[in-house]
């Protein structure tokens, strides 16, 4: 009885480790399969990641061409730039300096 106690342990251990055996494979095949992906999704990344920047670049170019057609018009009219400050709801320079 010891013997077939002895070598039922072993025989599990020799299933365990067949079985494990066998689903090592897919496991290997699907890492491969995703790190071989993975160069790919990188190169799309960095394509959109361009695209971004240019897209940035663009509006921060439009955003001072706008800043600076608001000076000129500011310039034509005969205003300077007001002085930023806070002001409160009734406050009497905020009519003076056009802000209402």
Known sequence: MVAAKVRGKKLDKKLKKWSRARQRPPGTT???GEQEAL???????DKEN???????SSLAKEIRYRKYL?????KA????????RVFGPLCK???EYGVL
């Open 50 to 56: 361009e695209a971004l920047k240019e897209k940035a």
């Open 77 to 84: 009219r005969g205003k300077e730039r007001p002085p930023v």
């Open 70 to 74: 608001l000076e000129e018009v500011r």
């Open 30 to 32: 699907r890492k491969r």
């Open 93 to 95: 320079e905020r009519k």
């Open 39 to 45: 160069p790919d999704e990188y190169e799309e990344q």
